[in-house]
């Protein structure tokens, strides 16, 4: 109770392994409880179940337009690469192929996109272009038409092994 007699603190200890759901449900639960004891809202919830509550929504809410973004950023550096239409097309296929397999995954195994798994389609966008760009690089330098496929594997099999492992791992 503050000294003028106008606030009050009030804390709430909850369990911290909350999910979405269970943390949508205590906040309205809590919500519901000082509706009752006032008659306009004039509290203020802070902390863990207020900010969770409200970043996830934003990220989901800006969920596409930032994918959206990174695939047209990524297009637009990949035909800066390789000053071509078709050569920038593997790669972003690549990505896309990536992207849609990563994101059926999640939806198939029903987990939601939360702060972290926003996260992973940028990740994936930008590490599997790398990746791309080796291999048609590496290719591209090969000697002679019979040696390309085998100098490319020599040359970039262990770097985009170790970045798409690490990657997954993280």
């Known amino acids: 109770l503050s000294s003028d007699g ?18 949508s449900k205590l906040l309205l639960q809590i919500e ?20 969770q509550t409200a970043f996830t929504a934003l990220i989901k809410q800006d969920f596409l337009l930032t ?14 690469l390789f000053n071509s239409w078709k050569h920038a097309g593997l790669p972003f296929l690549v990505s896309i192929v990536t ?8 939806s198939y195994a029903q987990i939601p996109i939360s702060v972290v798994g926003a996260l992973i389609p940028p990740i994936l966008l930008f590490v ?17 038409e019979r040696d390309r496929l085998i100098h490319t594997f020599k040359e970039v ?14």
């Open 6 to 23: 106008h606030s009050i603190a009030i804390q709430a200890i909850h369990a911290h392994d909350l999910d979405e759901d269970q943390t």
């Open 32 to 51: 519901a409880r000082l509706a009752g004891f006032f008659q306009e809202p004039s509290y203020r919830l802070v902390g863990r179940l207020p900010a």
């Open 67 to 80: 994918l959206a973004i990174g695939l047209t950023i990524c297009l637009v550096v990949l035909r800066w």
């Open 99 to 106: 992207l849609i397999h990563t994101l059926g995954a999640m």
């Open 128 to 144: 599997s272009c790398s990746d791309c760009i080796h291999l048609m690089n590496a290719y591209a330098r090969a000697s002679s």
């Open 157 to 170: 099999f262990h770097p985009t092994l170790l970045t798409s492992v690490t990657t997954a791992i993280g």
